[in-house]
């Protein structure tokens, strides 16, 4: 959900600086399809219906699923914002695979949302000694936010790359090159 407050943010700056949300259009994404087979993978995965049911299989499901994600994104270095999503993704990853497929989440982030460990698979894990600890979930977003969760310094970077993504997309001019004459002639 943390990725949603990205957008909302990038839009905004996109359109108080003078962007156009027709714009975003224009934008070309490579591989977008396995962006969005990634994520649904994801959302169907953290089901409850399914998480109960993937037993030992959630972690590789999980990190085979951001691993296509994270794959698309590099394949997109060259849009603006780009390359922060991607350093976001990777430590996400890390930080994932080093601790057998679960994002391990702090017991002071669960608390400050009122939150208990989950019972069953899901993204998140309550462990005692985390490995990579300064890259897992660590904060959480003030429950008097919509859609409030916890989250890591690798959704920090994700979510500013999106923000720069989506707001350098608005931006953009549209005015074909050919057409400019250097010089003003």
């Known amino acids: 959900m943390f990725i949603l407050y990205a957008v909302v943010i990038g839009l905004a700056v996109g359109i108080l600086t003078g962007g156009r949300l027709a714009a975003i259009g224009d934008l070309r994404f490579r591989w977008a399809?396995?962006?969005l087979v990634g994520f649904l993978a994801q959302v169907v995965l953290f089901t409850d219906a399914v998480s109960e049911r993937v037993g030992d299989l959630g972690p590789i499901l999980y990190v085979g699923s951001t691993l296509v994600v994270v794959a698309a994104v590099l394949r997109n270095a060259a849009v603006a914002g780009m390359p922060l999503v991607a350093?976001?993704?990777l430590s996400n990853l890390v930080a994932i695979v080093a601790n057998g497929g679960f994002m391990p989440a702090s017991p002071a982030a669960?608390?400050?949302?009122g939150k208990d460990a989950p019972t069953a698979y899901s993204n998140s894990a309550v462990l005692a000694q985390p490995a990579l600890g300064?890259?897992?979930?660590?904060?959480a977003l003030p429950v008097w936010l919509p859609l409030?969760?916890?989250f890591s310094v690798?959704?920090?970077l994700l979510g500013v790359g999106v923000a720069i993504a989506l707001a350098?997309?608005?931006?953009r001019d549209r005015r074909p090159r050919d057409l400019v004459q250097p010089g003003g002639a």
């Open 154 to 156: 690798g959704d920090v």
């Open 168 to 171: 350098t997309a608005m931006r």
């Open 148 to 150: 409030h969760n916890i």
């Open 110 to 113: 669960m608390a400050a949302l």
């Open 87 to 89: 350093l976001g993704a």
């Open 134 to 139: 300064p890259l897992t979930d660590i904060f």
């Open 33 to 35: 399809p396995l962006v």
